[in-house]
């Protein structure tokens, strides 16, 4: 195949505003990378696949440093895009067609096939409409005579005219929040979402996936989103929660064994992030007057009391 699909939206998309703030470049810059990265994936004998992508002959063809290009890459792994050297839901997004309209295209053979065995013959007309996909016109002849004086005039020209492409076909092929609008679903019933799932209903805010213990032979990770990051500052607001979750992912990598589990997974962050906070207040040196709860009793309190709301609401679900 010597193209791949491009989706409309895709420069508006806000995942590579994130990329472009993550990796501190532009957002074009951002996106022209990944344009780089698709163009790759679909040349490779198993498309999708990004295991060999060139940093430096990519830095080349964009006129950017490699460095560059190096952490734009490196921002697609981190925010999802990519994922063990592929791109992530590639088959779902970058099905394999032979061409759009196959699939009514052998529809209608069948029924042209059952219309010559009914006594019925149908002249083919193929256009091509403003979609660029193969339509077609049928004018059905009688064929119980040798002498056909059916003829072409402008009136049959007339009938060929642009037509809009199959819906189902046109659905099927839309972004999940567009299929939603479109048929009244909500989001989180379409596609990979499954309906015990945790999981943040929006993805796309994503800022760290952590690994649980299932990671080495399911991939299962925890997302981390910004709506929880903002409840974390406001938890512990001498910590930079942004580095901290950074360093717990680098963590849990090279520690395997003491991976935590899907559920378990926020109380681990939780207990992080306050020993830290713990120690910024240390190194401070608060005084706090005796009889009054000190800044750690504060934040744990308030540490068990989101924990707390979270586990009653992944219960409830």
């Not at 091509?128 to 402008?154: E, I, P």
Request: aromatic residues 6%; negative net charge; glycine residues 6%.
């Amino acid at each position: 195949m010597q193209w791949f699909r491009w989706w409309h939206d895709t420069v508006s998309d806000p995942k590579f505003r994130l990329v472009a703030k993550k990796a501190g470049v532009s957002v074009g810059e951002a996106i022209a990378v990944w344009a780089a990265t698709l163009e790759h994936a679909s040349k490779q004998e198993k498309r999708g696949d990004v295991s060999q992508f060139s940093i430096e002959l990519t830095s080349v063809m964009l006129d950017l440093e490699e460095n560059q290009v190096s952490a734009v890459f490196a921002a697609f792994s981190e925010i999802g895009l990519i994922a063990e050297g592929r791109i992530c839901n590639w088959e779902k997004r970058q099905p394999q067609r032979d061409t759009p309209g196959s699939s009514r295209q052998a529809m209608q053979r069948a029924a042209d096939t059952q219309r010559t065995r009914s006594g019925h013959a149908t002249d083919t007309v193929r256009t091509r409409n403003g979609h660029g996909m193969d339509t077609r016109l049928q004018r059905g002849r009688a064929t119980d005579t040798d002498t056909d004086t059916d003829t072409d005039t402008d009136a049959d020209a007339d009938q060929i005219t642009d037509t809009e492409p199959d819906a189902d076909y046109v659905l099927a092929n839309q972004p999940d929040f567009v299929v939603a609008a479109k048929t009244g679903a909500s989001v989180t019933d379409s596609s990979e979402q499954s309906k015990d799932s945790s999981e943040p209903a929006n993805d796309l805010l994503t800022f760290v996936k952590l690994p649980t213990n299932k990671f080495a032979k399911t991939g299962e990770e925890v997302p981390i989103t910004e709506t929880q990051i903002a409840e974390f500052v406001e938890l512990y607001p001498a910590v930079d929660v942004r580095e901290e979750l950074r360093k717990m992912r680098g963590w849990l990598i090279a520690n395997p064994r003491k991976r935590k589990t899907k559920t378990g997974m926020l109380r681990f962050v939780n207990s992080w992030l306050a020993r830290e906070q713990d120690k910024a207040s240390g190194r401070a040196g608060v005084s706090v007057p005796r009889g009054q709860p000190t800044m750690s009793e504060i934040y744990e309190n308030l540490r068990r009391n989101w924990v707390n709301k979270h586990e009653e609401a992944e219960n409830a679900a």
